[in-house]
Structure formats: structure tokens, C-alpha cells
């Protein structure tokens, strides 16, 4: 079964419209686990245009206080000020984006390949704190092997561009590329002595009508991390019943 990790951004933006502390980050994270979402997930940029760093330590002390068993996932590119931050909050899990901090959302996936001794470097700082690492990259078969190499536990595969297609030719090779992508992580170990597999996560517009197809063409993968898609599905549903309905789409 794969796993579901509701993104909090787009909820924290609400919220920064106003200064009226509604809706509550933590309060939405409450909902969302005790309606069967896995965990949760952020992306605290610089200019803390949604999440803000205090929001990363309100979550930690949720998840600790009343969640113990749900998953902190944080994403970011990993310069110095993210990397002191998950080393301070030590999440679950870290994602590592090659966003540009001016960029509204994740718009591609690592050249691992070109920033092999940058990536191996960064990894190897965060297993050191105990995280897991996961890297976000693009529908390409060769990524998930690059990634394992330079010691990534995880991938993310980067489906926006299946999700802007869906419905279309375009999108049909969007989504025979995702599976060929998540048949070579399935090939790939992360570590040689350890034969420990590479975990595979998805994200990115992701919808109801759209996880079907890519859950049916891939098998079920560890993780789907979503946050605009089941923040809209929420204006007409509820949060609680919006991830009961994500949860059904990737069964």
C-alpha cells in the first residue's frame, strides 16, 4: 500500500494572507493523521512565503507528542541554513530538491550525474543525523541507479508533467516513462553491502482522477507525497475525507 504524506504548504499560504493564525498548520495535521494520512510533509523556503520555520517546530513537537508513529518529511534545497535546520528538527525523512529559492514550486528532478560530489557530500551529512534521504528527479531511467550511487535512500519521481497531461497521448508517455523510471529504482540498490532496495516516492500534481493510472502502471510504491491537489479536494470534501478518498485512488 502506498503511503500518503499530505503536504501542508499550500494550507500554510492560507494562512499567510491574513495575520490571523487560521488555518492552523498543526491544526490541519491533526485532521489529516487521524484520518489515515502516513505523514506529513514541508517545504520551508527562504522567504517563507508558506511554511515558516516555525511551523517545522511545531510540527517536530506534534508528530513527538501525539504521533509518534507518523512520518516528518521535509524538503528543500540543501544549502547551509536547510541543512542546519533538519539537522537541528531531524525529521524522518529529507527530500532534497534542485529548486532556485526564487521558484513558486518543484519544476525538476537532480543531474545527479552533474552534482555527483555536492550530493554525496549532503547525503552523507544527513545520514549522519540518522535521516533518510530521498532525491527528487525527473521520468528517466538511468536517475534511480545515479541516485543510489551516491548514497540516496529514496527517490521521488517528479510527476507534474504527467499530471499537466493526463487525459492525453502526451500523458500516456509521460506515464510509460514514470514506470520505466520506477522498474530501474526496483533494479537499483542503494548500498551494495547493505542490498537494502531504493525506495521509490511520487509527487507532484497528483489528483483523484489521475493516481489510478499511474498506481495501476507502476505497483504500489512507498510513498505519494500531495498537497495542492488534496488542499483543493478539501474546499469541497474536508480534509478528513479528501484523504480517505487519496487513500481509495492508490489502493
Not at 142 to 149: L, V
Not at 222 to 227: F, L, Q
Amino acid at each position: 500500500m502506498t503511503a500518503l504524506s499530505v503536504n501542508l504548504n499550500a494550507v500554510a499560504m492560507l494562512r499567510n494572507r491574513r495575520d490571523v493564525g487560521w488555518p492552523s498548520v498543526t491544526g490541519i495535521a491533526r485532521i489529516v493523521l487521524d484520518a489515515g494520512a502516513h505523514g506529513v510533509t514541508v517545504h520551508p523556503r527562504p522567504d517563507e512565503r508558506h511554511i515558516r520555520t516555525h511551523d517545522v517546530y511545531d510540527l517536530a513537537g506534534l508528530l513527538a507528542a501525539e504521533y509518534p508513529d507518523a512520518e516528518y518529511n521535509i524538503e528543500g534545497y540543501p544549502d547551509e541554513r536547510f541543512l542546519k535546520l533538519v539537522e537541528e528538527v531531524r525529521p524522518d525523512q529529507v527530500t532534497l530538491v534542485p529548486d532556485d529559492p526564487a521558484q513558486s514550486t518543484s519544476d525538476h528532478g537532480w543531474d545527479v550525474a552533474g552534482n555527483e560530489s555536492f550530493l554525496r557530500t549532503v547525503i552523507e551529512r544527513l545520514h549522519r543525523s540518522g535521516m533518510r534521504v530521498s532525491l527528487f528527479i525527473d521520468e528517466d531511467d538511468q536517475a534511480p541507479a545515479r541516485a543510489a550511487m551516491v548514497g540516496a535512500d529514496r527517490v521521488e519521481l517528479y510527476t507534474g508533467p504527467y499530471g499537466a497531461t493526463f487525459g492525453t497521448d502526451e500523458g500516456k508517455r509521460h506515464l510509460s516513462n514514470l514506470a520505466a523510471t520506477v522498474a530501474a529504482a526496483r533494479r537499483a540498490n542503494t548500498n551494495a553491502k547493505s542490498g537494502r532496495q531504493l525506495g521509490i516516492n511520487i509527487g507532484h500534481d497528483l489528483t483523484l482522477e489521475n493516481l489510478p493510472a499511474l498506481i495501476g502502471a507502476t505497483g504500489q510504491v512507498d510513498e505519494a507525497s500531495i498537497g495542492q491537489g488534496i488542499t483543493s479536494d478539501a474546499l469541497i470534501y474536508g480534509f478528513a475525507e479528501a484523504v480517505r478518498r487519496y487513500k481509495a485512488a492508490m489502493a
